[in-house]
């Protein structure tokens, strides 16, 4: 149990362009998802908590504008990457709460933009 | 920043060898977890210590807490080369809705 699927696991896209980025709670309902960027050989930064049905709260430095989390049901949360860049290249990851066993993350989705 | 700091950055041993893995962080916590990151993929959830525990054993784990000093260290007993992966520790700190900071990881390489 306490499974959370996320998708697509890698995305190449043109710079310009937009990519969405599902993350689901198979087996438990999320009224909370975090969504984490990793740069490589770096640690896992918190960009944003997302509650079911309210607007999410960003952390610092990170543009609201650019990153949209969406997080209209118990079971699904969104981040869309408006006009990507090169730099936005990164692994992003998200995290549900509250899970059975505590704390479950997606498998990660690896972003290139070129 | 509030990020915790790991050491050391990377670890190299030889299999059945022990690795410790050290956590400091800056803030009061609710509790400390530990994590493992196989290259490029997602993270495993491999053990967490509450705030008012000190130490917590989990198969080959050993993790021990230290709220006055704000450390931990993560022990993996007889290590395997499949035990090779980056390991981050991850504070949930009072106050913080349960928002996970990580550490800075360290990369253990386990050869044969």
């Known amino acids: 149990g306490a499974v959370v699927s996320q998708h697509p696991s890698w995305v190449i896209c043109k710079s310009g362009t937009s990519v969405k980025i599902e993350c689901r709670s198979l087996?438990?309902?999320?009224?909370?998802m975090f969504w984490y960027r990793q740069f490589p050989k770096q640690s896992l930064m918190l960009m944003a908590t997302s509650n079911e049905g309210s607007k999410a709260t960003y952390e610092q430095g990170v543009e609201k504008d650019k990153f949209l989390i969406n997080h209209a049901s118990l079971t699904l949360s969104t981040l869309t990457v408006t006009s990507a860049h090169p730099e936005d290249s990164s692994f992003y990851i998200c995290?549900?709460?509250?899970?059975?066993?505590?704390?479950?993350f997606g498998s990660g989705t690896r972003l290139t933009v070129v | 920043s509030q990020q915790g700091e790991e050491d050391p950055q990377a670890l190299s041993i030889q299999e059945g060898e022990n690795a410790t893995m050290n956590c400091s962080y800056k803030t009061s916590i609710n509790n400390l977890q530990w994590y493992r990151q196989n290259s490029g993929r997602g993270l495993v959830h491999l053990i967490l210590i509450r705030s008012n525990e000190r130490e917590k054993h989990s198969g080959r784990l050993r993790v021990t807490l230290d709220t006055s000093k704000k450390s931990s260290s993560l022990l993996i007993t007889a290590s395997r080369a499949a035990d090779t992966a980056s390991y981050f520790c991850?504070?949930?700190?009072?106050?913080?809705?349960?928002?996970?900071?990580f550490g800075t990881g360290t990369r253990l390489q386990v050869t044969l």
């Open positions: 087996d438990f309902q999320a009224t909370t």
């Open positions: 995290s549900a709460m509250p899970a059975p066993y505590g704390y479950t």
């Open positions: 991850a504070t949930d700190a009072t106050g913080t809705a349960s928002k996970l900071t």
